[in-house]
């Protein structure tokens, strides 16, 4: 647990000093919180400190379609 807390405080501190993108962040909380209760601090400092990061790119826009055009499409 020590190594855990001097990895936030050091983490913390970087984020501060550095002011990283808010997308870069987000990607770390995401990367450090996955499937646990408890934050993986010492990821989330690989993770914030790690240039080869790039922003994820935006998922694709899914467009609605209506009850008319789903009919059509089935040949009714």
Known sequence: ????????KRSLK??????PPS??????NR???RHR???DWI???HCIRNDA???ASPAPSRTRRTRA???AERGR
Do not use: Y
């Not at 970087?14 to 002011?19: A, I």
């Open 43 to 45: 990821g989330f400092e």
């Open 23 to 28: 997308w870069r962040i987000e990607l770390c």
């Open 1 to 8: 647990m020590d190594r855990q807390d001097d990895a936030r």
């Open 37 to 39: 209760q408890r934050v």
């Open 31 to 33: 990367n450090a919180g």
């Open 14 to 19: 970087f984020v501060r000093k550095n002011n």
């Open 69 to 71: 055009q789903i009919m």
């Open 53 to 55: 990061l790039t922003p």
